[in-house]
Nanobody, 126 residues
Framework: QLQLAESGGGLVQPGGSLRLSCAAS????????IGWFRQAPGKEREGVSC????????KYADSVKGRFTISRDNAKKTVYLQMNSLKLEDTAVYYC???????????????????WGKGTLVTVSS
């Protein structure tokens, strides 16, 4: 059973940066596509970014394009979300999630995630 643990959340001022990490428990975690999601108070959860098993395919929500960067280090079993130029509206609990599929080697699908972490809170406030 794959387990995911997010870290790196915290309080940051608008315009600041944070780097979130998603650490996987299994040796074979590099066989999973990984996604980052967020849920703000009173809002539905939304997909933020996603990366394929190889790292060659990534995608981003329009609201974060040009500001967030997803990457993975399979040797460390960790996926990162570098968040720059943070805005008040980026405040949310951020979750990482994963799924495994032959197609996940070259693609990433928000709707196929079946393993979830417990989340880390990001608060952007002045």
């Amino acid at each position: 059973q794959l387990q995911l643990a997010e870290s790196g959340g915290g309080l940051v001022q608008p315009g600041g940066s944070l780097r979130l990490s998603c650490a996987a428990s299994e040796f074979t975690s590099n066989a999973y596509a990984i996604g980052w999601f967020r849920q703000a108070p009173g809002k539905e959860r939304e997909g933020v970014s996603c990366i394929s098993i190889t790292g060659g395919y990534t995608k981003y929500a329009d609201s974060v394009k040009g500001r967030f960067t997803i990457s993975r280090d399979n040797a460390k079993k960790t996926v990162y979300l570098q968040m720059n130029s943070l805005k008040l509206e980026d405040t949310a609990v951020y979750y990482c999630a994963a799924y495994s599929s032959p197609s996940a080697r070259y693609n990433c699908d928000y709707y196929r995630m079946n393993y979830w972490g417990k989340g880390t809170l990001v608060t952007v406030s002045s």
